[in-house]
């Protein structure tokens, strides 16, 4: 006879430590994106200063000093606090997920590779994006790291769960 606080079926114990390795990786997900989104909100000068001489620099002065310039580079300029804003939500999700993984809740599976499938597709996208600034060597490692990381919570929370046989 189990004692109190025991499990009676291995299936129990079996299925609550992969659900532990499913959230400990959908955490891991989460501490990246967050430390991405730190990163963008600290380094967004500098990265909206790279863009403007990248994309409306490098000679032409046209660009930079008339009044008509300056209003197309404000209204051309990417919004990396929206996007940094966005991978925080992206982020507060999965924590929640990661949260009900852990207890087995099927839905926060399926929720949890909906978010990693944007996340992975967001990080693919800073990859292989137009590159400007001096930080974005940073920037695309983060988003590599990130990218590996959501393909391995897709593949963990995706994998199917083994039922064990319970003798009666």
């Known amino acids: 006879m189990a004692s ?4 009676t079926t291995p299936q129990t114990v079996q299925h609550s430590a992969k659900n532990r ?30 863009h403007t001489e990248d994309y409306f620099g490098g000679g032409n002065e046209f660009m930079i000093e008339t009044d008509f310039g300056q209003s197309i ?31 087995g809740a099927l839905w926060a599976r399926i929720v949890g590779i909906v978010i ?12 292989v994006g137009p ?3 001096i930080s974005t060597p940073l920037f695309i490692a983060i988003d590599i790291v990130i990218a590996v990381t959501a393909v391995a919570v897709i593949i963990y929370l995706a994998l199917p769960r083994k039922k064990v046989a319970v003798a009666p």
Do not use: H, K
């Not at 109190?4 to 499990?7: P, T, Y």
């Not at 390795?21 to 000068?45: D, E, H, I, P």
């Not at 404000?74 to 852990?102: I, K, S």
């Not at 990693?116 to 990859?127: I, R």
């Open 131 to 133: 590159r400007s600034s």
């Open 73 to 103: 580079i404000e209204n051309w300029r990417p919004d990396y606090t929206g996007l940094a804003t966005f991978m925080l939500v992206l982020g507060a999700l999965l924590a929640g997920c990661a949260f009900f993984v852990a207890r």
């Open 4 to 7: 109190v606080g025991q499990s």
């Open 21 to 50: 390795v499913a959230a400990l990786l959908t955490g891991s997900l989460v501490a990246l994106l967050a430390l991405r989104a730190l990163l963008t909100f600290v380094l967004v000068q500098s990265l909206l200063d790279a």
């Open 116 to 127: 990693s499938l944007l996340t992975l597709v967001l990080a693919g996208a800073q990859v």
